[in-house]
């Protein structure tokens, strides 16, 4: 179950392998299968160009128990099938977490069935490295093969909320290699596209813009001025270089700035600016990471911000067997929280329903 933000989601996920846990084999999962897959995105937040949390808490609380019985009707299982209840603890917004962590409570007392706690971050990562693609119109219900992995890899989560770059050992063991200073990726994204007056959240159409032009008369700067933070990240520079732009371009100096009003081509080219200078700086320090660690095998990459086309572009640039969420696991859903649960119980570990936060991992 996820409610950690404006998605209220719940799945049905199985694994099938050996569950018994070796030092060397650090995922022995041969298959996966979604048995339902039910995400609804909140759309009450709207008119206020971002997400409420008061709203996000109550839209949840509305949602969760019909959202929960639609989960189970497309699996086609009773409850008394289920083994065991996995749901987003934290990071996230506060009040939308308790509502998912006190209906899941409910149903894994209710069930006598343990209890999952799952850190959403790391939970984005679970798709890139248990399924190499997902269609749920199609694969609902299929037994789908796991990829195989090689570590050490590294991994890097782009989201609204979080910019994570780490260097994995096994699926659930990594250290942070950086994160981002400010604003993270997806959040500089949101924030442009309100400034040029789009629906939040503007990602995908920052994306569809940008690609209608395909080049730009402006130019931003991608990378950090201070080197002694390679694989570190910070965007809210590029965001306000962007505002400068527009500040010129609608002669506006003071006050409320808005880029409503400027033409589609203008927009349109500020977007592709923009795309590419973000973008830029994720290959850039993922260079950085990887220039300095050459036995890396493999890169992961995952989180809202993994659906853009041209990040994907980008990244085929290493030479390095790349493994990409599948794109409709890019952005939040609960067959992530389930898949992580499955890596951790694979690896052996106990269900814990408040495991500490990760150290060093900035929430
Ligand atoms: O992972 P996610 O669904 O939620 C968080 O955990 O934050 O990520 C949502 C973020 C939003 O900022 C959204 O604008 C961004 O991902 N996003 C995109 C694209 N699709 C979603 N950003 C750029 N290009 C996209 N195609
Ligand atoms: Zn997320």
New binding site residues.
Partial sequence: METS?DETAVSIVEGRGDFSHTQTRFSCLSDVRVLSHVVESQTSHKPFGGVVPEVAARDHLAKIDEIARQALAQSGLKISDIDGVAVTYGPGLIGALMVGVLYAQGVAVGLGKPLFGVN?VDA?LAPALLLSSFNPAADVGCWLKTPSLEFPSLALTV???HCILSELRSPVDRSILGTTLDDAC??A??KVAKLLGFDY????E??VRAKKVGKSRYKFASTLQDKSLPTHFSFSGLKTAVLEVVRKETGTFRGKISGASLSDEIKNELCYAFQEAAVGQLADRMQNALSERPYIKRIFVA???A??ARFRERFEQFGIPLHFAPLKLC??NATMIALDALLRLNRGEDAKPFPRYQEGLKL
């Fill in positions: 933000c959403h984005h989201s609204g909320g997806g959040e994204f949101d959240p503007g990602g995908p920052v994306e989180g809202g911000v659906a853009n952005s939040d």
